[in-house]
């Protein structure tokens, strides 16, 4: 739909082959949320071949009929475009069904199977299937074994269908779990029919830094150790657990968010250009950049990284408990909710660069932002103005856009610099800050793009360097605590402030 004069020539004219959609865990807060909302919105845009189809499957008994009203709803409330087109939804929910079973149970393949084959044949599916596993992970092996015992998984090789399943994350625990999750999905399925979400590198703002890195030419000569000082990267939200305090009780802010997403910008700040756009160039580039990372020592992990939980605090004027009262959550929790690391990445073009990333709930506000600051002049002739560093600044969300920082020269008599900004914002540029990560991502899979998924050594690469920091920590102190509503704890301040270097004001 383009009915954006900004937005001319931005329509995607990629259409999926016919498929179906079968989403496990079709009960769940995801397919409601984000899920259904993603692929309505991708009706919306005339982006879903014809005949499209979604079948959700979990445990509860329910007619289509009331699945359907379900996610009339969800849509109707989390959907970005609003109100709900009614005649367009109600030809999308021509294709929504459902399918009870227990995930554990070969009968409810053998029903999937049916309503399959029933969809090709009435709506012209042509065996095309997208299985979306969002369930808890430990049901991931049984239900991709559920699959190849009915025959739901085509052969790779088959080109006249394709099978493709995705899953949510997180993907393992720890190293350990991780590779052993994938040779189990591995003996029945190949890499190319895998696809791990990671939902930031949907966000329109982190394919960006791939554009901004390489689709320009004037920031790369800088973009390496002779004029960068240092990089920071921060995922700061200012919510809590939200009542998923027994899956934060074993995550923690390291498995929620670093290992995957906030790894996921790393790599792709320091990466090298790829040799071509697409899925293997530009995850082989991605794996370089994990590899590089320098791993810590069981004393490096005490030096160089901070773990903190909230307290009770204040968030925007209002009072919050502290993690420890949230529901499902121990009073003698260790589990960390801020967590923060200085990394090198040992390469040529990195080498003595500090990486510092922070991540965290009940921050001060929500935020992601990549900085990259480079050095300082090197012959001060403006020894009365403060000395300040050029910063650019790639905002992930919310405002999404980059801005230059730079020294300029207050207006009068005296050769006062002060620092100011260059901006760009998506809002005013584009009208808009485009479709929600989801919509990229689902539609992607159905088009076979893995190009923003995240590969298999990918995901063991940076357990790899994850997984050595959890068990120092698991014998280390207690997490550090901080007030609700702050930017974290003490040491947070000190891992920079020891460098002589401070966080950037957010
Ligand atoms: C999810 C985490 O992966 O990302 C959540 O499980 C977190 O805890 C969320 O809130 C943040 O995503 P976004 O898109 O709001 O930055």
Redesign the pocket.
Known sequence: MNDNPLREGIASDRIPDPCTVVIFGASGDLTKRKLMPALYNLAVSRLLPPGFSVLGVARRPKPDEVFRAEQHEGVSQFSRRKPVEEVLWNDFAQGVGYVQGSFDDAATYVSLRERLEHLDRTRNTRGNRVFYLSTPPAEFSGIVRGLAGAGLIADRKDTSRFSRVVLE?PFGVDLHSAEALDTDLHQVLSESQLYRID??LG?EAVQNMLAFRFGNAIFEPLWNRAHIDHVQIT?A?D?G??G?GKF?EK?GTLR??VQ??LIQLLALAAMEAPVAFDANAVRDEKVKVLRALRPLSREDVYRYTVRGQYHPGGVSGKAVPGYREEPDVSPTSRTETFCAFKFYVDNWRWHGVPFYIRAG?RLAR?I?DVSVHFKAVPHRLFADSPAEDNVLALRI?PDEGITLRFASKVPGPRNLLRPVNMEFRYGAAFGGSGPE?YERLLLDVMLGEATLFTRSDEVRTSWEHFSPILDGWREGPEPEPYAAGTWGPASAEALLTRDGRRWRRL
């Open positions: 994350k939902h930031y966000k995922v939200e919510i657990v939200e998923r934060y995550a929620d968010i995957n997403h709930k929500r992601t969300q990560a």
